[in-house]
């Protein structure tokens, strides 16, 4: 259902935008969206998400200021522009999709749907 793509080598301080296609159209727009990486050696962390209907975003401290989140609903697709990046973004990044309205956007159990990951490299 969801396939993500854009990841890449890039150098620190270089930028990528990352894409999220959802290949079912949902009965609702009451659902979200939302970006999780895992780190080579961490487990998977939150990075942000946005609300389908309204648009609405949050984001991770670690990212907050250097990534956003946008979606183009006539496209079905999510983004995540990155800016800014630190060796430390290095991880595989996956897109999360759920049925409804979740009531905590950064817990990955409120998610329905997930996409295969898609691998981004900082470093010189």
């Known amino acids: 259902q969801l396939q993500a793509s854009g990841g890449g080598l890039v150098q620190p301080g270089g930028s990528l935008r990352l894409s999220c296609e959802a290949s079912?159209?949902?009965?609702?727009?009451?659902?979200?969206m939302a970006w999780f990486r895992r780190p080579p050696v961490a487990d998977r962390e939150f990075v942000g998400a946005?609300?389908?209907?309204?648009?609405?975003?949050i984001y991770s401290d670690s990212v907050k200021g250097r990534f956003t989140i946008s979606r183009d609903k006539s496209k079905n697709t999510m983004y995540l522009q990155m800016n800014a990046l630190k060796p430390e973004d290095t991880a595989l990044y996956f897109c999360?999709?759920?049925?409804?309205?979740?009531?905590?956007?950064?817990?990955?159990?409120?998610?329905?749907?997930w996409g295969r990951g898609t691998l981004v490299t900082v470093s010189s």
């Open positions: 999360a999709k759920s049925k409804y309205p979740v009531a905590n956007m950064p817990a990955a159990n409120q998610y329905d749907y």
């Open positions: 079912e159209r949902a009965f609702t727009n009451s659902f979200v």
């Open positions: 946005i609300t389908w209907n309204l648009g609405r975003t």
